[in-house]
């Protein structure tokens, strides 16, 4: 990028592999429930955002929407249904490593999108899978009529919807997608874009 430095650059690589690397690890990980793994997930839902047309802050939210769930072992556990809070935890994460706060905000989304739905689409409800009905539960069950309101009032509501449903189109055992490295460029692009970088 124009006006940077070699230090930046390294910077750059070293945040973008600090940011890979948890879903680099998940590639033999269950995705609960479904029968594909936690990175077969994360691509699938990057390679729906991308044929949608979205934008790379929120192709990179797609890719990174579940990565709360693999930062940490010992994290507390929704009875075998991945850990509890995994969006906060995700929006955490990306945040630190020099990510936006949209990104964040649509990571930590994605969760609250699935109560939206279940409270404004009982049928919605009635198609969720077991997994996905039992972490509702934890989750705080449907939205209530005022908290669906705010959440309406969003200015990236539909991106946030749009985000659940490739969320929930992302369980395809064959679908054939790019591999975890052809993210690199797009991330490292999007580091070098906030402001403050590099962060460490
Ligand atoms: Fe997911």
């Not at 945040?15 to 029968?35: Q, T």
């Not at 669906?148 to 490739?166: C, G, M, Q, Y």
Request: glycine share 6%; charged share 25%; net charge negative.
């Amino acid at each position: 990028m124009l006006g940077m430095n070699t230090t930046d650059t390294a910077a750059t690589q070293s945040s973008v592999e600090v940011l890979l690397a948890p879903l680099r690890a998940s590639v033999d990980m269950d995705y609960i429930g479904e029968p594909i793994s936690q990175l077969e997930h994360a691509l699938q839902c990057a390679h729906w955002a991308e044929k949608t047309g979205a934008d790379e802050e929120v192709i990179l939210a797609a890719l990174f929407h579940d990565v709360g769930h693999l930062l940490d072992e010992s994290a507390p556990q929704m009875d075998g249904l991945g850990v509890m809070e995994h969006e906060t935890l995700g929006k955490v994460f990306l945040e630190t490593h020099g990510c936006s706060s949209r990104m964040g905000r649509l990571v930590e989304s994605h969760v609250q999108a699935k109560r939206y739905l279940c409270y404004r689409h009982p049928r919605y409800y009635a198609r969720l899978s077991d997994a996905s009905r039992g972490t509702l539960e934890w989750q705080g069950g449907p939205m209530s009529t005022e908290e669906a309101t705010t959440f309406e009032s969003d200015p990236d509501f539909k991106v946030i919807l749009a985000l659940r449903s490739w969320d929930e189109r992302a369980k395809d055992p064959d679908l054939q997608v790019k591999q975890l490295d052809a993210y690199a460029p797009m991330l490292a692009n999007h580091l070098e874009q906030q402001e403050g970088f590099p962060t460490c």
